[in-house]
């Protein structure tokens, strides 16, 4: 069984839309959880990261953490053509030692105009 | 500022061959990680880096696989000799902070 869990998709939607993405994870150690939004060809773009649970907002994005579920999500709010890309989720334990990051496998999102 | 970099951006080799990956982290980035993703699968860590000594390398698949980091600064990660399941995508990350990784544009590894 993977740590981590992510529909690949592809998730097809209308610009303007609200797109949730969704990863599941099984190592009840994870503190830190990341969301990395990677372009074809191109190497993974942090968009942002939370600490243990709760949200975080940026922009058009929220990052959402349920430890009680291990459950994390991310929003995209007015999406647009140019959020089409991979977007993958990661975490770690980041204690002294362990700060490797373990990702899921990436949801295609495709935000047609 | 720069972001991280890495060179070749592509390299097809035959197998048994030896191929030489570097990465040059963000200028002050003590932390530098090295990931790989096969085709179809997720990424997966590889190795870390603190300044000039390796911190954590659970993830090296075997000893074909040698990382080093030359005074603190750029890293290499030698493949040798190289075999077909080594094809892949090799990303480096730098971080100051732990928790925040950049990552480089990956180098993409195809073995013959």
């Known amino acids: 069984q993977k740590e981590v869990e992510q529909d690949p998709g592809p998730l097809s939607v209308p610009e303007g839309a609200i797109v949730s993405l969704n990863c599941t994870y099984s190592?009840?150690?994870?503190?830190?959880f990341m969301w990395y939004r990677q372009y074809s060809r191109k190497g993974p773009e942090l968009l942002m990261y939370?600490?243990?649970?709760g949200n975080k907002e940026d922009g058009r994005f929220t990052a959402q953490v349920d430890k009680s579920s291990k459950y994390i999500s991310l929003f995209i709010r007015d999406s647009q053509p140019s959020d089409s890309a991979t977007y993958l989720c990661?975490?770690?334990?980041?204690?002294?030692?362990?700060?490797?990051?373990?990702f899921g496998t990436g949801t295609r999102l495709l935000v047609s105009p | 500022e720069a972001g991280v970099t890495q060179f070749p951006s592509h390299s097809v080799i035959e197998k048994g061959q030896t191929v030489t990956l570097r990465c040059d982290p963000i200028?002050?980035?003590?932390?530098l990680y090295w990931y790989r993703r096969v085709m179809g699968k997720e990424i997966k860590f590889l190795l870390h880096?603190?300044?000039?000594?390796?911190?954590?390398e659970s993830g090296m698949p075997n000893n074909r696989f040698l990382a080093e980091r030359t005074g603190g600064t750029y890293s290499t990660l030698k493949v040798q000799p190289a075999e077909l399941e080594d094809s892949g995508v090799y990303f480096c990350?730098?971080?100051?902070?732990?928790?925040?990784?950049?990552f480089g544009p990956g180098t993409r590894l195809t073995v013959t």
């Open positions: 939370t600490y243990s649970s």
């Open positions: 200028s002050g980035h003590d932390n």
């Open positions: 190592n009840s150690a994870f503190q830190y």
């Open positions: 880096f603190v300044k000039e000594s390796k911190q954590d």
């Open positions: 990350a730098s971080s100051q902070v732990e928790v925040a990784q950049y």
């Open positions: 990661a975490m770690s334990r980041m204690n002294t030692g362990f700060q490797k990051l373990v």
